[in-house]
């Protein structure tokens, strides 16, 4: 016996709305997993001094914020495995950087051609440094700068509950 054709209407509609609620959910989950991978927002300086920058991690466990180099803005990942401040060949062209010397570096992905740099000014939050050596790395591709330990080196950072906690460090007397 074959069922009425409203309800083989019924039926077909109701296995078209799962199939749509289920397509909607993957594409939400594919969604939040890509964003989880962008930067977080600017909030994630949640403190900034004359002298310290608080910064919350975001859910990579990541210190993400936005800066500034040579007064222009930029997002920032800190890096403490980077020698030198990071940016990729576009950055470099926005930033209007003079590739220097070129080098080699070591990076996560294995050995890359990169040119040094000097830069005016870096900033992050309250704190600002003037003449931080960097890198341009053209393989390096991200939007995000790598803020590395040419900049970090002169600070405390200290991390606690997710917030890592970048702070001046007094001058040196010679």
Not at 2 to 31: D, E, N, Y
Not at 58 to 69: H, L, P, S, T
Not at 71 to 79: H, S
Request: aromatic share 4%; glycine share 8%; charged share 15%.
């Amino acid at each position: 016996m074959t069922p009425p054709r409203s309800l083989k209407q019924l039926s077909t509609l109701v296995f078209w709305l799962v199939l749509l609620s289920l397509l909607l959910r993957g594409a939400r989950h594919i969604s939040q997993d890509t964003s989880a991978n962008r930067p977080r927002a600017p909030d994630s300086i949640i403190v900034s001094g004359n002298d310290s920058v608080s910064i919350r991690a975001n859910k990579r466990g990541q210190f993400v914020a936005n800066g500034a180099i040579n007064g222009e803005r930029i997002r920032f990942l800190v890096d403490t495995g980077a020698t030198l401040v990071t940016v990729s060949s576009a950055q470099a062209r926005r930033l209007r950087l003079t590739p220097g010397k070129p080098i080699t570096v070591n990076t996560a992905a294995g050995e890359a051609k990169a040119f040094l740099t000097r830069l005016s000014s870096v900033q992050l939050g309250g704190i600002t440094l003037q003449g931080v050596n960097a890198t341009i790395v053209p393989s390096y591709e991200s939007e995000v700068a790598l803020l590395g330990m040419s900049f970090l080196r002169h600070l405390s950072t200290e991390n606690a509950n997710g917030v890592m906690i970048l702070k001046t460090l007094p001058p040196t007397r010679q």
